[in-house]
């Protein structure tokens, strides 16, 4: 009888051990995640150039081919500000085609949020982020594009 209590015992301890194992590789994965930092978009250089309302159709004929091509890539898109969103720590602008309602909207970083306060609805602009991809809205009925970590390019 006392082999396999030996046994048993050897077994605890190496799923214990395992298990140690995984929670401290979870931890370091979670820490990473939550540590990690980009590169500044003012310095990063643009994968695509593109006009709004282009990019805009572009992903109404088909988001998940769009949303491969863009998803997660630094694009500058130039176009007509339509609406200015302000919030107490953020500003987003809005770039929509009128007459489908589908719009692009861009969020700025912290360290970027005097560059938006000075834009006005109907300022023609080009604006640098990285692309979070599209999404059809069905309650909207209408296609909405998202970027994150924007600047105002000159």
Not at 53 to 70: C, M, P, R, V, W
Request: hydrophobic content about 45%.
């Amino acid at each position: 009888m006392i082999p396999s209590n030996k046994k048993a015992y050897t077994w605890v301890r190496k799923a214990l051990i395992a298990g140690f194992v995984l929670i401290l590789a979870g931890a370091i994965a979670i820490w990473y995640l939550f540590t990690l930092k980009f590169d500044d978009t003012a310095q990063t250089k643009a994968d695509f150039t593109v006009n709004a309302l282009d990019f805009i159709h572009e992903f109404e004929k088909g988001d998940s081919l769009a949303n491969t091509k863009y998803a997660e890539k630094i694009i500058v898109v130039t176009g007509v500000v339509t609406e200015i969103e302000k919030a107490d720590t953020t500003i987003n602008l809005k770039m929509a085609d009128v007459e489908s309602g589908s719009y692009i909207i861009f969020a700025f970083q912290k360290q970027n949020m005097a560059e938006p306060k000075n834009v006005k609805e109907g300022d023609k602009i080009s604006i640098k982020g990285s692309c979070s991809g599209g999404s059809y809205s069905e309650i909207l009925g209408t296609e909405f594009i998202s970027f994150k970590r924007c600047i105002i390019t000159k």
